[in-house]
Every structure is written in structure tokens, then in C-alpha cells.
T-cell receptor, first 110, second 114 residues
Framework: DQQVKQNSPSLSVQEGRISILNCDYT??????FLWYKKYPAEGPTFLIS?????DKNEDGRFTVFLNKSAKHLSLHIVPSQPGDSAVYFC?????????FGQGTRLTINP | EPEVTQTPSHQVTQMGQEVILRCVPI?????FYWYRQILGQKVEFLVSFYNNEISEKSEIFDDQFSVERPDGSNFTLKIRSTKLEDSAMYFC????????????FGDGTRLSIL
């Protein structure tokens, strides 16, 4: 099942710079897209979401962009902080269930 | 901030035994879910539950699995006869409503089948 794909297993960014995490999907019927952050030994924590009818949503340091024609979304974190180091999951709402990507491990370097 | 609580954090069980994983969703939430993550793989949907019945289930959720909301606070996942391949992290989630309301996850139960 490759409906939601995160092609980068890891990303390393310097503190204070922008982190960009990417996600691709294949199903045009997804109604919402969400980003979750996960620390070891904890469950996924909701970060930000976007409706399929929007192209941008912003919440503080986090912005999600949706490109429906490319079936692509991205999460921008700016400025990146050491506490942002975690695994980030892209998820699509189907709509009753969430379909997850494989995750991207983000490491913020001082 | 309200949170989803799961117990136990780690469960070790012999193959063929029954296991019950417990969850206390956020109190005013109406929709409940179970997901699992096998080591090194994606988080996978198992089942959704609303208004005291299953609303959707995946192919993984076969006759060996069942869910129950026995009272106003708990939500349980039962595996009747565990297999080695059931070893995974099991996450419970809940959400207040539909229309973009996010699912909130517990910290999971690590199930190890010997």
C-alpha cells in the first residue's frame, strides 16, 4: 500500500534554518492531510493539518503547503529548533481512517 | 491538556494466548481507533468505532480481533489467539468529531508474542 509516501527517510538541518519535509500521495479522494511528530516511546502528536480544498495552512513556526495537481504536500518548519528533532509522519484522511507515510527522521544540529 | 491513555505500556504473551489492550480516550471524544506499527513498517489502520459499533475495519482486523467500549471511558482491543506476527506497537486514538478534527494518539502498547 503506497498511497502515501515520504521518500526521504532522514533529514539533517542546522538550528535556525528552515526544515522542509515532503510527502506524496496517489488517492485524490483524501479530504484532509495531517502532519504528526513522534518522539521515541511516545505516540504520534498532531502538529498541523490542511483541508484538500486549501493550498496553505500556517500555525506559528509550522506551515503546510498542498499542491493538488502534483499530489504533493510539504511541511515547513522555520526557524528549526533542537526540540524539533523527531520522526515526522504525513497522514491522509480517508476519511474515517488515517493512511500514514513511512516517516522522515528530522535531526536539528546546533 | 487531555490525553489518550493506554495500558499496559508493554505486554508479553505466549503465542495462542488471549490479550486485551486497554485505552482511555479523551473524555468528550466520539470516534475511537486502533492502529498498529510493526517494527520498521508504517503505522497501519486496524479499526474505527463510533456510536458503539465498528464503522470501518482493515483486512488485518480478522475474526481474531474484537473491540469493545464496555463503559463510558474504556476502549479495548482483544486478540483472541495471538500469533508471532501480532508482535507490534498498538496505538489507540480518538477524536472529537469529523470534518478535519485530528485524531489524538496514546503512547502505545508494545505487544511481544513469544
Amino acid at each position: 500500500d503506497q498511497q502515501v509516501k515520504q521518500n526521504s527517510p532522514s533529514l539533517s538541518v542546522q538550528e535556525g534554518r528552515i526544515s522542509i519535509l515532503n510527502c506524496d500521495y496517489t488517492n485524490s479522494m483524501f479530504d484532509y492531510f495531517l502532519w504528526y511528530k513522534k518522539y521515541p516511546a511516545e505516540g504520534p502528536t498532531f502538529l498541523i493539518s490542511i483541508s484538500s480544498i486549501k493550498d496553505k495552512n500556517e500555525d506559528g513556526r509550522f506551515t503546510v503547503f498542498l499542491n493538488k495537481s502534483a499530489k504533493h504536500l510539504s511541511l515547513h518548519i522555520v526557524p528549526s529548533q533542537p526540540g524539533d528533532s523527531a520522526v515526522y509522519f504525513c497522514a491522509a484522511s480517508d476519511p474515517q481512517k488515517l493512511v500514514f507515510g513511512q516517516g522522515t527522521r528530522l535531526t536539528i544540529n546546533p | 491538556e487531555p490525553e489518550v491513555t493506554q495500558t499496559p505500556s508493554h505486554q508479553v504473551t505466549q503465542m495462542g494466548q488471549e490479550v486485551i489492550l486497554r485505552c482511555v480516550p479523551i473524555s468528550n471524544h466520539l470516534y475511537f481507533y486502533w492502529y498498529r506499527q510493526i517494527l520498521g513498517q508504517k503505522v497501519e489502520f486496524l479499526v474505527s468505532f463510533y456510536n458503539n459499533e465498528i464503522s470501518e475495519k482493515s483486512e488485518i482486523f480478522d475474526d481474531q480481533f474484537s473491540v469493545e467500549r464496555p463503559d463510558g471511558s474504556n476502549f479495548t482491543l482483544k486478540i483472541r489467539s495471538t500469533k508471532l506476527e501480532d508482535s507490534a506497537m498498538y496505538f489507540c486514538a480518538s477524536r472529537a468529531g469529523t470534518g478535519g478534527q485530528p485524531q489524538h494518539f496514546g503512547d502505545g502498547t508494545r505487544l511481544s508474542i513469544l
